[in-house]
């Protein structure tokens, strides 16, 4: 790469200072000797196709897509990964040299990732799998235990119909549980995802009970702000291992910022501190 060239990113969304990621990326140009900046980018919904348009003609090289334009952005690429169109959202635009925009989903990656390095004998085949909520964010989570080998997922949401919705065409791997079932589906399960938003600040903690859920079962949460939910200590203190969102928000950097810097960066401690430091 030119390190001559001075490369511009961030993040697209609305809100979007809470966001962590210019610290991940700010980071990694200053270790790699890079030319460059990443910032937030506050775009309202109803200018979101004028923003996406106009990372091309600012010379921009991409930026990350957040709530809540992951699935609107996507109908705007030129071209959708296969990956992404299977996610129905994107969380990351590459600008390219014709300036065409290119879709991509590194979020199911992030989020696999960070079970492996909670937990390196982690199977997505170890037994039943629940994962709780059918947002954007379940999405993500779900196809990739799938693209795993995950051989069987039970999928509680309040509401059934949109669980029913993402289960469609793999119902021989997901089961739509319903809410008022949440607690008896932890029966012998190997792994319990929350992807719903309860639990972050401002949030009223998940409303389950882990009686059910075998210590030998890993818990994750996809929330990163706190580090640990009332779900994570929860789970912490009757001894089952953990894992926060911090390490797929960190995992799913990564292929992002090699697409637009051209360094495939690596995770450090001294990052992870520099994240912690703003909570």
Request: with cysteine; charged share 15%.
């Amino acid at each position: 790469m030119d390190n001559r060239k001075f490369t511009l990113a961030g993040v697209m969304g609305m809100p979007i200072t809470q966001s962590r990621s210019p610290i991940l990326h700010n980071y990694w140009i200053a270790k790699y000797g890079l030319r460059g900046a990443y910032g937030h980018f506050p775009v309202e919904a109803q200018n979101l196709e004028a923003a996406i348009r106009g990372l091309s003609a600012l010379g921009l090289a991409g930026c990350n897509v957040t709530q809540p334009h992951k699935v609107e952005a996507l109908k705007l690429m030129d071209v959708v990964d296969p990956l992404a169109q299977r996610m129905g959202a994107i969380n990351c635009v590459v600008v390219q040299p014709d300036g065409s925009l290119h879709g991509f989903n590194h979020d199911g990656y992030g989020y696999i990732q960070s079970l492996k390095d909670a937990n390196p004998d982690w199977r997505a085949d170890a037994g039943p799998i629940v994962v709780l909520g059918a947002g954007g964010a379940s999405r993500a989570v779900v196809l990739s235990l799938i693209d795993q080998g995950a051989t069987e997922i039970r999928l509680v949401n309040r509401t059934l119909d949109k669980a029913q919705a993402l289960a469609a065409g793999y119902e021989h791997i997901v089961k739509v549980v319903s809410w008022a079932e949440r607690n008896n589906a932890m029966e012998g399960c190997a792994l319990f995802v929350n992807t719903t938003n309860q639990g972050m600040y401002g949030q009223p903690p998940i409303d389950v009970s882990l009686d059910a859920l075998p210590t030998t079962a890993m818990v994750s949460d996809a929330i990163y702000i706190p580090l640990e939910t009332p779900l994570l200590e929860t789970a912490r203190l009757r001894g089952n291992k953990t894992a926060n969102g911090l390490g797929m928000l960190l995992n799913q950097a990564r292929p992002a910022f090699k697409a637009w810097f051209g360094v495939m960066p690596e995770i450090t401690d001294e990052l992870k501190q520099a994240v912690l430091a703003t909570f």
